[in-house]
Each structure stands twice: as structure tokens, then as C-alpha cells.
């Protein structure tokens, strides 16, 4: 039987969180973002070599950062049937507020959030489909309303 070059359950693009704190994370997945835990492998000192976890359909792999790979991080999009809930959920799983849910120029219903390991999840419901015309003409109208720092 050939081995397939991409794994079941696995896309072409699969993000990688290296962190501090990895344990507290994957907690953090599981309990405020609906994660399930797939695989788990620790170093002898208990800290978490590797981990896969999946939410809805995409996996995630982590580690605990370590002195040859210090943590990075990162921001992730996550779409979801409910914004709104899902965000409530991690801010009850412990996560902080970046931005609270409102329906965007791009037809997302956006949310964000600040999970362990300061890796800021993107929480998104699609909500409307446009042309690229009604797109690029949303972005100019949203961007004369942004106020730029000096």
C-alpha cells in the first residue's frame, strides 16, 4: 500500500506553534476552542516534545519552545459556524480580548482573542460573498475611517 505524501486529516498547510507554556495551551485548545487531542510526546523532563491536535477539520502541532527553538508567535484564523460563541467559550477557557465580535467590510463576522503561548486567535464566521470589485471598494471606504498613529 503507497504511502500518501499528505497524511489523513492533514491539509497542504499545517501550523506549527512553538511556545512557552505548551501544556497550558493544549488545555486552552480543549477547552476553549473544542480541540481534540490527536497525539502527544514528551522529552524526559516532562515538557511536551510534540503534540497534534485537531479543530474542526485542520490540525495544529505544537512543542515546547526550547533554547535551540526559542517560541514564536503567531496569529491563526479560524473559521467557525458561530463567532460569537466561540468566543465567549475561550474567554471562559481563560483567553483575553483583543477584539470583540462585529461583522467586517470583507463579510466575516470577526472576533479575536489571546490564548496561552500570546498566540492571538482570529475567530471568523463567512458571512458574505462579494466580487473582488465590492471588495477592493469596502477596503477604501474602511481604510478613510482608520486613524493612523504618528
Known sequence: MAVKPIPDGFHTVTPYLVVEGASKLIEFLKKGLGAEEIHLSKRPDG??????????????????????HPAMPCALYLYVSDTDALYERALKAGATSIMKPMDMFYGDRNAG????????WWIATHKEDMSTAELEKR???AMKNVKRGS
Do not use: C, F, N, Y
Not at 482573542?113 to 492571538?120: A, C, E, M, N, Y
Open 139 to 141: 477596503a477604501a471606504a
Open 113 to 120: 482573542v489571546k490564548g496561552p503561548g500570546g498566540i492571538q
Open 47 to 68: 515538557t511536551i516534545m510534540h503534540a497534534q491536535v485537531r479543530i474542526g477539520d485542520s490540525m495544529v502541532m505544537l512543542a515546547e519552545a526550547m533554547a535551540e
